[in-house]
Every structure is written in C-alpha cells, then in structure tokens.
T-cell receptor
Framework: AQKITQTQPGMFVQEKEAVTLDCTYD???????LFWYKQPSSGEMIFLIY??????QNATEGRYSLNFQKARKSANLVISASQLGDSAMYFC????????????????FGKGTKLSVKP | NAGVTQTPKFQVLKTGQSMTLQCAQD?????MSWYRQDPGMGLRLIHY???????DQGEVPNGYNVSRSTTEDFPLRLLSAAPSQTSVYFC????????????FGEGSWLTVV
C-alpha cells in the first residue's frame, strides 16, 4: 500500500498567489515525521519544512506552512505569495520512528507535484 | 563542513560494467542511505545503514551492493549495470533514525547504455 500519496502531478499558480500542495500518508506508527522537499531543475533536494506527529502546532518556515490534520492523515504544504523561483518539483516524505513497518528511520517519498508559477 | 559528498556527479556506463558510487559525510552520522529517483516515481530506497558494519535492504535493492566499513563512507556498487539502472542516485545521512535533520548529497546522474 502506498504510504505517501500526492494526488496532483502538476499544478499552476499565479505569481504572488498562495498555493496548496496535497499530501496524505498512511502509517500505524504513532511516532513519525513529515517532510517537504523542493527539487528545482538543477536536481538537488532542498529541505523546506518538518512536522512531527506529536507537534501541537502546524509548522511554519517563512512562506511555507504545513497544514497538518492528523486524524485525516494529511500534511499539505501551503506556499504563500508564490514566486517564479518556486517553480520546481515538490516531494512529501514520511519518516517512521518506531519501526512498526520495518522501515525505521527511512524516508518514504511520494511521487511529487510539479509546481509551475506563472508571471 | 562538506556535508554529504557524492561522486561522480555524472557517469555513463555500458551494460554489464560495474562501478561504485561514492558517498561520504563528515558529520559523524550513524544513519546513511541510498535512494534512486526515476521519472514519475519519487525517490525509492535502495539500501541503508544504521552504523558501521550494519546494512540492510530497502525497497529496490536488486543489482546493488553496499558496505559500511567506516562511519564516514557508504559506497553503492552496481555489480553488472543494466539500462534499468539508469537513474539519479541520492545519498542521505542523519545523526540517527529519528529527528528532522536529514542531509542529502547533490545527486549522481547515471546512464547505462
């Protein structure tokens, strides 16, 4: 079963507008972390934001925020005030900490969403 | 502080050749891993290690071999390259298996012809 689902293969957003990238996850591990990475056309993986399963508040990092809905198992990334430089692939990933699924410590990635920002 | 260093950045191999992708980190991290990235597939785990002398298989281990003789180094060996192994390879490391700080190398682009 797919553990990380990103249902939007591609998205367009107008410059200066906000955009939400969807991510749902599946785990039986009560302790886990959720990550978002940005991959520009140059190929490197850039860490954006992290949310721990026990964190009470949604994570924020500058223009990035993570809309964490634990009961719904969703961890959507919100980018406010989009910029042309935000055009990239975005990956949601999960790290399970208690080895319930035998993958302790390993990152499990979704297939990504390609975001294009229009001027 | 170099972080995670992968070499080579680009490589073209002929089918059947063997090669080693190097990964080194200078942060004294116990956990290291290798991923491959294919179009439309996201990153998939090949092998990982939770410390020197300990390795284990990930989701797509076939055709690859690893060893971890030191904390710093985690090389990935392609035993007999196949066109299906054409991919981008990423090495990653972290202090342990928990936490939110995972460092990635810059990636290695491998083409098997």
């Amino acid at each position: 079963a797919q553990k990380i689902t990103q249902t939007q293969p591609g998205m367009f957003v107008q410059e200066k507008e906000a955009v939400t990238l969807d991510c749902t996850y599946d785990t039986s591990d009560p302790s886990y972390g959720l990550f978002w990475y940005k991959q520009p056309s140059s190929g490197e993986m850039i860490f954006l934001i992290y949310q721990g399963s026990y964190d009470q508040q949604n994570a924020t990092e500058g223009r990035y925020s993570l809309n964490f809905q634990k009961a719904r198992k969703s961890a959507n990334l919100v980018i406010s005030a989009s910029q042309l430089g935000d055009s990239a692939m975005y990956f949601c990933a999960m790290r399970e900490f208690l080895n319930y699924g035998g993958s302790q410590g390993n990152l499990i990635f979704g297939k990504g969403t390609k975001l294009s920002v229009k001027p | 502080n170099a972080g995670v260093t992968q070499t080579p950045k680009f490589q073209v191999l002929k089918t059947g050749q063997s090669m080693t992708l190097q990964c080194a980190q200078d942060m004294n991290h116990e956990y290291m891993s290798w991923y491959r990235q294919d179009p439309g597939m996201g990153l998939r785990l090949i092998h990982y290690s939770v410390g020197a002398g300990i390795t284990d298989q990930g989701e797509v281990p076939n055709g690859y071999n690893v060893s971890r003789s030191t904390t710093e180094d985690f090389p990935l060996r392609l035993l007999s390259a196949a066109p299906s192994q054409t991919s981008v390879y990423f090495c990653a490391s972290s202090k342990g298996t928990g936490g939110n700080t995972i460092y990635f190398g810059e990636g290695s682009w491998l083409t098997v012809v």
